[in-house]
């Protein structure tokens, strides 16, 4: 079974401030992960895919297989960043593309 | 193209009735599923369909029918509501990628159960 767990249910800092989103799973295979961001009274949408190795908005995150984290980091939060984060697992090996989600935490930056 | 479509936006049920959302994508994607969100628990999968005629139950069915006698339409039905299922329900559909399988999200129905 496939797990993903976001320990903070909300975390509040200062513009300007480092940001990390943490990101744990559980997976027995190879898995694809994935961030995806809930501006208000928006979709979701994806931010970033571990395969790709992009950045996005500032926003990084690296695949720590040892650790099995894929935690979401930017190094001056911006008050446009407030939005809730999910943090996602698929996995192509187990014949699904649909992924499971984390429980989501909600970023507040003020300014 | 016009993405993932969901209707109605707004609903309001009394306990016992019953009701389907609507779900609709044009993008040829063969997946297609459907969440919850809930405040503190996230987006929980109830149903997930891998092409028309197919479909699968996630991690919380109960309560809920789907069918996908199309590629484009993906229906969920509440048989007989209940205050448990006030939710705002997302719909989300993707296709197979070489980089990943990007979930294309709709913009969600709230539905209050009384």
């Known amino acids: 079974a496939q797990r993903v767990t976001q320990p903070e249910k909300l975390l509040s800092v200062f513009k300007g401030a480092p940001v990390e989103l943490k990101c744990n799973y559980s997976?027995?295979?190879?898995?694809?992960l994935f961030w995806y961001v809930q501006y208000s009274r928006q979709r979701l949408q994806l931010l970033l895919r571990?395969?790709s190795r992009e950045s996005i908005k500032g926003f990084t995150a690296d695949l720590n297989k040892g650790e099995t984290s894929f935690h979401l980091k930017k190094p001056f939060a911006q008050e446009e960043d407030s939005a809730m984060y999910y943090c996602?697992?698929?996995?192509?090996?187990?014949?699904?593309?649909?992924?499971?989600f984390g429980r989501g935490t909600s970023l507040i930056v003020h300014p | 193209n016009a993405g993932v479509t969901q209707t109605p936006k707004f609903q309001v049920l009394k306990t016992g009735q019953s009701m389907t959302l609507q779900c609709a994508q044009d993008?040829?994607?063969?997946?297609m599923s459907w969440y919850r969100q809930d405040p503190g628990m996230g987006l929980r999968l109830i149903h997930y369909?891998?092409?028309?005629?197919?479909?699968d139950q996630g991690e919380v069915p109960n309560g809920y029918n789907v069918s996908r006698s199309t590629t484009e339409d993906f229906p969920l039905r509440l048989l007989s509501a209940a205050p448990s299922q006030t939710s705002v329900y997302f719909c989300?559909?993707?296709?197979?990628?070489?980089?990943?399988?990007?979930?294309?999200f709709g913009p969600g129905t709230r539905l209050t159960v009384l």
């Open positions: 989300a559909s993707s296709g197979r990628q070489v980089e990943g399988n990007e979930q294309f």
């Open positions: 369909s891998v092409g028309a005629g197919i479909t």
């Open positions: 997976y027995s295979g190879s898995p694809e």
């Open positions: 993008m040829n994607h063969e997946y």
């Open positions: 571990h395969i």
């Open positions: 996602a697992l698929s996995s192509i090996s187990g014949g699904s593309y649909i992924p499971t």
